[in-house]
């Protein structure tokens, strides 16, 4: 049997992590166990990077005099979380993870909308307002220009399948990252005649050897490090290395690829509700947005607000034809296939 490489994180890791300020992932204070109800805090549960964490929770707190307390885990992880404590919540606010991954636990959020609606379209939010869309996520292949020549160079999720990537390609598991789950149901939709896209992943899963990251942040820096020739991730991630000019080039495969955005939600049973309303507003607001798109290379929700550098409009992008409503109905099924592919059923 074929092993497969994981950098796990744990609920006991993240509780450790968390509980310690000088070793956790964000600036502000963290916290394992969840919010108090003191009234002027929240507890944030959020997949993103550090570095879009420290950011824009020091300006929310800079901004209302909330404090925040993160607690940092994959969107996968985060949402069993959420499901485990839906009797005495103890977060006050999912940020970030697939919108999808979102609307599958659709249930445990409170709905909320939004004053910042008005400039989003609704097809980015969900029609009983339990999560909002924070930022539309094209996925792209990303691959390192020091192990992949011009002749070779990769255009398409097609290439992937090519004996020279072999044990060369990083992946998150689709079962913790929701961005990687995302990619999984692009390939299969982008290859749904070949057997609902199945033959497609199992010839995908040889390719990788084994190798499947816990975390999506493991595939950008993994290429740009050289640790791996070719990468399927998000464009808000790779588009960064590609602007600092590091040796990787982005590509958006020419099958077709989704936009699936990030979702904001408010966890049911919030101890924080008036402050939870707030964050969810501020990570809507222009202002935030900007900052997203300036800073963080990530496209906005909003219609108000410009692309980042480098990239152009999602117009331009081809998207394949993604049922999101299917791949959120389905998403227990599909990763329970998803394990059989693993285990060579």
């Not at 994180?9 to 916290?31: E, I, R, W, Y």
């Not at 879009?52 to 929770?57: D, E, K, R, S």
């Not at 970030?96 to 979102?102: D, H, N």
């Not at 044990?167 to 913790?176: E, L, R, S, V, W």
């Amino acid at each position: 049997m074929k092993k497969i490489f994981t950098s796990l994180m744990s609920l006991a890791l993240v509780a450790s992590l968390t509980a310690c300020s000088g070793g956790s992932t964000a600036k502000t204070s963290q916290t394992a166990s969840g919010s108090s109800g003191s009234g002027n805090s929240i507890t944030v549960y959020s997949p993103h990077p550090a570095e879009t964490i420290n950011l824009l929770v020091q300006e929310f707190e800079n901004k209302t005099g909330i404090k925040v307390d993160i607690v940092a885990a994959g969107t996968g992880e985060l949402l069993k979380r959420v499901e485990s404590e839906k009797d005495n919540p103890l977060g006050d606010v999912l940020w970030g993870g697939g919108a999808e991954s979102l609307q599958a636990y659709a249930q445990y959020f409170e709905p909320y909308k939004s004053s910042e609606l008005e400039n989003i379209d609704p097809k980015y939010y969900a029609k009983d307002n339990t999560w909002t869309g924070e930022s539309p996520l094209p996925m792209v292949l990303l691959y390192n220009t020091n192990l992949v020549s011009d002749e070779n160079a990769i255009t398409s999720w097609k290439d992937i399948l090519k004996p020279e990537f072999k044990g060369k390609i990083a992946m998150a598991d689709p079962a913790k990252s929701g961005s990687a789950y995302t990619i999984l149901v692009t390939m299969l939709t982008a290859y749904k005649a070949e057997n609902d896209g199945w033959d497609f992943i199992k010839k995908f899963y040889s390719n990788l050897d084994g190798k499947i990251l816990s975390s999506s942040s493991g595939v950008y820096k993994g290429v740009a490090d050289g640790e791996y020739a070719v990468g399927l991730t998000l464009e808000k991630e790779a588009i960064k290395y590609v602007n600092a000019g590091s040796p990787v080039k982005m590509v958006y495969p020419s099958e077709g690829t989704s936009a699936v955005p990030d979702g904001v939600a408010i966890i049911k049973g919030s101890k924080n509700i008036e402050n939870a309303k707030k964050f969810v507003d501020f990570a809507l607001s222009k202002e935030t947005q900007s900052i997203m798109s300036t800073q963080l290379s990530r496209r906005s929700i909003r219609n108000d607000v410009e692309a980042p550098k480098g990239l152009g409009p999602l117009s331009d992008i081809k998207l394949v034809d993604y049922d999101f409503d299917w791949a959120s109905a389905n998403k227990e099924d599909v990763l329970n296939k998803w394990k059989d592919v693993l285990i060579g059923k």
